[in-house]
């Protein structure tokens, strides 16, 4: 055990506790979030939105949800250009410290504007989270931490005015003060976002995680993510321990072979991923490797805002309500609710931040799970609404092709269901799936099945692929640019070619 991590890691719950007294104790939703829009509009009042939309006499949320409309991310990209161009006061008072890359896997880069209050607001969702977890489990403050790290794949961009494109890692959301204080209790350090290619970053990262002699923490947000890291340790073992001593890499070693990576870290006590949606498909692998390691759900975190977070011994994540102004859209009725008026059942979530963006659709779906009387209620993310592909009108959704596949019996196997052409390929490591048999799954969709009638489309065809294609998922997504921390798993995509990255499991195999 190091004395310094253990007196590091108390500094930093210390830091945390403010944030977390105010959050945990009993208070009227209504007012909290109440306070937080009338600030809000006080304070942007004098913007070219806050004009537009007249936000000096808003003085309640009624005259608030009259006046300014819901909005999606194309309803601002006038005024983000003209803030990328140096224009001031557009959208909020603060200047713009940066544009966020948005994660959309299935579709174009977005720029999310921070500013110092979007980033304070992340902050009132971190904190907590964070106090709750190092004082839940102290064994974890013995150790250090391995935070989710993306390697540059090109060079660092700005806009013509001259704000940077981009966080570099994790660690920017905790702020100046506590990225140095925490710098020191990361097992990996920020030199390995410099290598040379994917490659590289794998073999840089793995090495520094095996040098780490107390690993008490992984936070990454994908779990294939951490599978890969896991899967090129088991293929590069010997590279990895180099420069260890030798009872360590026979010790490393011998964990590997069993397929015990919590052995290889046996200090490790929370493994912090994704594990709803999709991405819960994904776990069982995980908790293979690591049997006595508890895997926290993340809450629910867009590159826009922080919605919820966890806390041990509870189902589900709290609304982070001191982060941003929350509606909630009842997917039943589109009848749209605060935060303090929910009840059990699905709802698309509506933020109003402190980024600049206003009544907000995000496009995830949550299921409200429980309602506890002057305490934040607890939900759970479902699926992201609307992403769609839609080649001729078939308008196959993230939700319809996970169903399709898991009544093909894909359920541990990789699969991504992509258009290619004037067909949709089905890229797999399952085995016996006919053609006929996927597309008969997919005309169960009546938009698809109408546009394969009219000859729109052709047959489905399945494409066995074979190597390590959740790895060239991921590589792929950040050649193109996406931080590795924001490449979600997914069922589908409208990103096509994939035949030209995936190693084919049969060379004779079509082409799609």
């Known amino acids: 055990?190091?004395?310094?991590?253990?007196?590091?890691?108390?500094?930093?719950?210390?830091?945390?506790?403010?944030?977390?007294?105010?959050?945990?104790?009993?208070?009227?939703?209504?007012?909290?979030?109440?306070?937080?829009?009338?600030?809000?509009?006080?304070?942007?009042?004098?913007?070219?939105?806050?004009?537009?939309y007249?936000?000096?006499?808003?003085?309640?949320?009624?005259?608030?949800?009259?006046?300014?409309?819901?909005?999606?991310?194309?309803?601002?990209?006038?005024?983000?250009?003209a803030m990328a161009d140096g224009e001031k006061q557009v959208l909020t008072k603060e200047d713009v410290l940066l544009f966020e890359l948005t994660s959309g896997s299935s579709g174009g880069k977005k720029k999310i504007p921070y500013t110092k209050t979007l980033k304070q607001e992340f902050?009132?969702?971190?904190?907590?989270?964070?106090?709750?977890?190092?004082?839940?489990?102290?064994?974890?403050?013995?150790?250090?931490?391995?935070?989710?790290?993306?390697?540059?794949?090109?060079?660092?961009t700005y806009t013509k005015a001259g704000i940077p494109l981009g966080f570099e890692e994790d660690a920017e959301y905790f702020g100046f003060f506590l990225k140095i204080l925490m710098g020191k209790l990361f097992a990996v350090d920020s030199s390995v976002k410099f290598s040379e290619d994917m490659q590289h970053f794998y073999l840089d990262t793995t090495r520094q995680?095996?040098?780490?002699?107390?690993?008490?923490?992984?936070?990454?947000?994908?779990?294939?993510?951490?599978?890969?890291?896991?899967?090129?340790?088991?293929?590069?073992?010997?590279?990895v321990v180099e420069g260890l001593e030798r009872k360590e890499q026979e010790r490393i070693q011998k964990a590997v072979e069993a397929n015990r990576f919590d052995h290889v870290f046996p200090m490790l006590r929370i493994i912090s991923c994704w594990a709803d949606g999709s991405a819960k498909d994904y776990?069982?692998?995980?908790?293979?490797?690591?049997?006595?390691?508890?895997?926290?759900?993340?809450?629910?975190?867009?590159?826009?805002?922080?919605?919820?977070?966890?806390?041990?011994?509870?189902?589900?994540s709290r609304l982070s309500v001191r982060s941003h102004f929350f509606e909630f859209r009842r997917v039943t009725d589109g009848k749209i609710l605060l935060a303090h008026e929910l009840e059990p059942g699905e709802y698309e979530v509506i933020v109003t931040?402190?980024?600049?963006?206003?009544r907000y659709c995000?496009?995830?779906?949550?299921?409200?799970?429980?309602v506890v009387p002057d305490q934040p209620p607890i939900i759970r993310f479902l699926r992201r609404a609307g992403i769609t592909s839609d080649l001729f009108g078939e308008k196959l959704t993230e939700e319809f092709v996970r169903g399709v596949c898991e009544k093909l019996g894909i359920t541990e196997e990789f699969c991504l269901l992509a258009p290619e052409g004037k067909r949709y390929c089905l890229y797999t490591t399952a085995e016996g799936i006919a053609?006929?048999?996927?597309?008969?799954?997919?005309?169960?969709?009546?938009?698809?099945?109408?546009?394969?009638?009219?000859?729109?489309?052709?047959?489905?065809?399945?494409?066995?692929?074979?190597?390590?294609?959740?790895?060239?998922?991921?590589?792929?997504?950040?050649?193109?640019?996406?931080?590795?921390?924001?490449?979600k798993p997914a069922y589908l995509t409208k990103k096509t070619d994939w035949g030209n990255w995936f190693q084919k499991r049969k060379e004779e195999s079509e082409l799609c």
């Open 353 to 358: 931040t402190g980024g600049g963006f206003y």
């Open 1 to 52: 055990m190091s004395v310094q991590c253990k007196i590091l890691n108390e500094i930093c719950r210390l830091l945390y506790w403010g944030e977390y007294r105010k959050y945990i104790r009993k208070q009227s939703i209504q007012k909290v979030q109440s306070r937080y829009l009338m600030r809000l509009l006080k304070r942007n009042k004098a913007t070219r939105y806050g004009e537009k």
């Open 435 to 487: 053609d006929k048999v996927l597309d008969d799954e997919l005309r169960e969709s009546y938009h698809y099945n109408y546009c394969r009638q009219l000859g729109q489309l052709k047959l489905a065809k399945v494409v066995p692929v074979c190597g390590e294609p959740q790895k060239v998922y991921i590589q792929r997504h950040a050649e193109d640019g996406m931080r590795v921390g924001d490449i």
């Open 362 to 370: 995000i496009g995830d779906i949550v299921e409200v799970i429980k």
């Open 54 to 81: 007249d936000f000096a006499r808003i003085s309640s949320y009624e005259e608030f949800a009259r006046k300014v409309p819901l909005t999606v991310y194309e309803d601002y990209e006038p005024y983000l250009e």
């Open 283 to 316: 776990l069982k692998d995980l908790e293979i490797r690591f049997p006595t390691v508890h895997i926290q759900p993340k809450g629910l975190l867009a590159t826009e805002c922080f919605v919820s977070f966890p806390l041990l011994r509870e189902e589900g």
């Open 209 to 239: 995680l095996m040098q780490c002699q107390e690993l008490s923490l992984i936070s990454v947000w994908n779990p294939t993510f951490l599978t890969i890291l896991c899967d090129f340790i088991r293929d590069n073992v010997g590279l």
């Open 123 to 156: 902050q009132r969702g971190i904190k907590p989270w964070l106090y709750d977890l190092y004082s839940g489990d102290r064994e974890i403050g013995k150790g250090k931490s391995y935070w989710s790290i993306t390697p540059v794949t090109a060079e660092k």
